[in-house]
T-cell receptor, first 114, second 111 residues
Framework: DTGVSQNPRHKITKRGQNVTFRCDPI?????LYWYRQTLGQGPEFLTY????????KSRLLSDRFSAERPKGSFSTLEIQRTEQGDSAMYLC???FGTGTYEQYFGPGTRLTVT | LAKTTQPISMDSYEGQEVNITCSHN???????ITWYQQFPSQGPRFIIQ???TKVTNEVASLFIPADRKSSTLSLPRVSLSDTAVYYC????????????FGTGTRLQVFP
């Protein structure tokens, strides 16, 4: 399967712990996006990369959140000192080129903070 | 990005045609209209995109009137597997392709 993959699929953590999620985009895609989705809502944009450069970050992305995409391949999203409000589905998407709204999403990582 | 308004939910029966309308009164000249589908516990999936008039692919049709202030996603002969949330998005920035989702339309197809 050559689609977008995300690991882990589920993560349960205690408040205050750090968590890291990984996204592997479709190999030839140069753009990678992170979104967050809570129950009953549409996904919310967090940040995106073009190759290894992080080009935009949403105000939703507090200082506790950091994302990287070393060498323009896979990406990681880290949340430090998790809070219960961080519980959500974290979605990764990738696309090729610019000026397109056709993004390919992964299955997501569901985070539960207890 | 232009704000969109679409029905919260719709019900249909298998074999019927379903039309979901989206309002986007302040769409900009360079904005495209894009629809995504999302099943529970999965990421959204691109369905169709258009700028004006009509676009058709193997999955759906998209109708856009001349004033482009609304659009209609048409799903022919729906099946149970079309039960999902459908999102309408508008935008056309070439500096960023971030998607701005609303709450979507929850389509329930009954046998």
């Amino acid at each position: 399967d050559t689609g977008v993959s995300q690991n882990p699929r589920h993560k349960i953590t205690k408040r205050g712990q750090n968590v890291t999620f990984r996204c592997d985009p479709i190999s030839e895609h140069n753009r990678l996006y992170w979104y967050r989705q809570t129950l009953g809502q549409g996904p919310e944009f967090l940040t995106y990369f073009q190759n290894e450069a992080q080009l935009e970050k949403s105000r939703l992305l507090s200082d506790r959140f950091s994302a990287e995409r070393p060498k323009g391949s896979f990406s990681t999203l880290e949340i430090q000192r998790t809070e219960q409000g961080d519980s959500a589905m974290y979605l990764c998407a990738s696309s090729f080129g610019t000026g397109t709204y056709e993004q390919y999403f992964g299955p997501g990582t569901r985070l539960t903070v207890t | 990005l232009a704000k969109t308004t679409q029905p919260i939910s719709m019900d249909s029966y298998e074999g019927q045609e379903v039309n979901i309308t989206c309002s986007h009164n302040n769409i900009a000249t360079n904005d495209y209209i894009t629809w995504y589908q999302q099943f529970p516990s999965q990421g959204p999936r691109f369905i169709i995109q258009g700028y004006k008039t009509k676009v058709t692919n193997e999955v759906a049709s998209l109708f856009i009137p001349a004033d482009r202030k609304s659009s209609t996603l048409s799903l022919p002969r729906v099946s149970l597997s079309d039960t999902a949330v459908y999102y309408c998005l508008v935008g056309g920035s070439y500096n960023t392709d971030k998607l701005i989702f609303g709450t979507g339309t929850r389509l329930q197809v009954f046998p």
